[in-house]
């Protein structure tokens, strides 16, 4: 599975995490930060150290699992 992980700076500069699960195939770094940029503008998440103000990185995780029968 894997997993889009965009992270933000709040008012406090404390790093805030924003995940999405199972993102389109051959994303590129242009469209996850102009994603970033919409988020920003829109000022639709809060965190507890007050809203989101600037971008600070982004990555793909991709975590394969495998379960055993005991």
């Known amino acids: 599975m894997k997993t889009l992980t965009m992270q933000f700076l709040n ?3 404390k790093t805030v995490g924003i995940s999405i699960e199972q993102p389109k195939e051959g994303l590129e770094a242009s469209e996850i930060s102009a994603a970033m940029d919409q988020i920003l503008a829109s000022n639709v998440f809060t965190s507890n150290g007050g809203t989101l103000t600037s971008k ?7 975590r394969n699992v495998t379960e055993f029968e005991i």
Do not use: P
Not at 56 to 62: D, S
């Open 11 to 13: 008012l406090e500069q």
């Open 56 to 62: 600070k990185g982004a990555q793909i995780i991709e």
